[in-house]
């Protein structure tokens, strides 16, 4: 299991934010209550609270978000919001193909976090620091199909709907299982497991 920095150190990109707000932007009552959830504090011309892509929010006003998301929407309501990070979020700059945009996920999920002020993945080095667990990228040799395994900070569901929205944006029929035995953090593994085909 992964040993993750206590929240009060670590912050989320805008960036990332602003994907949350987008996928449930239908719902003008939860958007609401997502904002003030978060406590942002940033306003448009006409005085709502909007996000800032450029700033960096506290993960632990963050992360009951998602929490909100999966009361009032189900499991759907956090794949869809999994699903539109990739269209937001930072990413590294080499991903072509659904090999490099499935191992850049791990990549990508530091780049959109800092602890104690400080990016979690540095391009230029190539350093990377630890706190908020990993999204692993393995490909299986031979076949058209990859395993991805996570101990990350996100739910399960919100996982589903990144990973298969990264997969599908080059391999539009890929599909994703949970599996290979079912094993997943909602019924107290350290990791989940997803297969990825196309």
Request: include cysteine.
């Amino acid at each position: 299991m992964a040993d993750f920095a206590p929240f009060s150190r670590l912050s989320v990109s805008g960036s990332s934010t602003i994907t949350i707000i987008d996928a449930v932007k239908g719902f003008s009552v939860l958007v609401d209550e997502l904002m003030k959830t978060m406590n942002i504090q940033t306003r448009n011309a006409e005085g709502k609270p909007v996000v800032d892509a450029k700033a960096w929010y506290p993960l632990d006003a963050y992360m009951p978000v998602y929490k909100k998301i999966e009361t009032l929407l189900g499991g759907r309501g956090l794949e869809k919001v999994g699903a539109m990070i990739p269209q937001f979020a930072n990413f590294p700059s080499n991903i072509r193909d659904i090999h490099s945009a499935l191992a850049g996920i791990n990549v990508a999920y530091h780049m959109n976090h800092s602890i104690d002020g400080k990016v979690m993945f540095n391009p230029a080095t190539g350093e990377m620091l630890e706190g908020i667990g990993h999204v692993i990228y393995q490909p299986v040799e031979g076949k058209n199909e990859a395993v991805v395994v996570c101990d990350d900070l996100y739910p399960c569901r919100f996982n589903v709907g990144l990973i298969r929205g990264m997969a599908q944006r080059f391999q539009p029929k890929a599909t994703l299982t949970h599996g290979p035995h079912q094993d997943c953090r909602l019924k107290g593994a350290a990791t989940c497991t997803y297969a990825i085909n196309w």
